[in-house]
């Protein structure tokens, strides 16, 4: 049996298919007031990761025949960037054994010192969709039991307590999806310390959701256990949280959002919108999810030409490649 260990963090630092329907038919509704901790840690986490829809892993696939006669696309080479500093660190010692961080911040919320004061008073409309995930509990509530029904599926629990975060590892996540997951959540202690309301919570790191409607649907069935994950459809309730890649993903060469995004910005400003090539174009893992297989079929064959270019990505030759055709910034040559 593998032997559960509880890891300790201090809120010094501081989540794959969304799933969004054109509209929402149902009205919402508030929950009760002891499940406030959990509304209120989504308001004021960092959402925008929430439209994240990445389904990639590292599993070895061959492409097409028809894929492998595509030409790889070109790779640029840019020049050496100062070294990111990340604005919210950790400071953690790899000597710590206690896997303790120390107390160097402030405990206590002060508008005046917000590092983000450009952000709007009023939340973004896409915060609806909170209310919608958290529909099954807004009569309920969510209690005890319910949390720990979700124990069967989840790698790990996180508790916080005033402003700490206490961690039990139940089972180990796919490369390090759950540190980058909680390195997001150090962040936003961190970020907004004092702010944070209590809360416990359990998270599945996997991608494909486990919590299905239908067997919640009966009259006599049991209210669902609150599980958390990067993934969900309209099939499921598990609870979604932004993508771990949102803070990193070094196994693949990503880097936080922050950085990335201005990689992306200078790899657009290379080539002009009028000299890039005049087709669709995608790159990734088709094995995933059968709608990326169905993807493929969109490809340039001997038989026809849907002006898309659709490449299957092997991350293993990737990796020993040292990434050079899979930089996400070099890849902006296309419509």
Partial sequence: MRENHINMYHGSGSG????????IWRPFMKSPAK??????F?????????VST???DTTTIAASGFAQRITSTKTYVYPPKPEYKLKFP????SLNLTKT???????????????????PPMCPQYFRWIHEDLRPWAHTGITLDMVERARPTANFRLVILKGRAYVETYQRSFQTRDVFTL?????LLRKYPGKVPDLDMMFDCVDWPVIKSKNFAAPDAPVPPPLFRYCSDDQSLDVVFPDWSFWGWPEINIKPWEPLLEDLKEGNRRMAWENREPYAYWKGNPAVAETRKDLLKCNVSEKQDWN??????????ASKQGYKESDLRSQCIHR
């Fill in 16 to 23: 794959p298919l969304v799933y969004f329907a054109d509209s």
């Fill in 35 to 40: 499940s406030y901790g959990l509304f209120t």
């Fill in 42 to 50: 989504f308001f004021v986490l960092v959402v925008g990761a929430l």
């Fill in 54 to 56: 990445r389904l990639l």
């Fill in 90 to 93: 950790l400071n953690c010692s």
């Fill in 101 to 119: 961080c120390p107390r160097n911040y402030p405990t206590i919320f002060n508008p005046s010192e917000d590092p983000d004061p450009s952000s």
């Fill in 183 to 187: 390195w997001g959540i150090l962040q």
């Fill in 308 to 317: 898309a270019r659709v490449y299957a990505q092997n991350w293993v030759e």
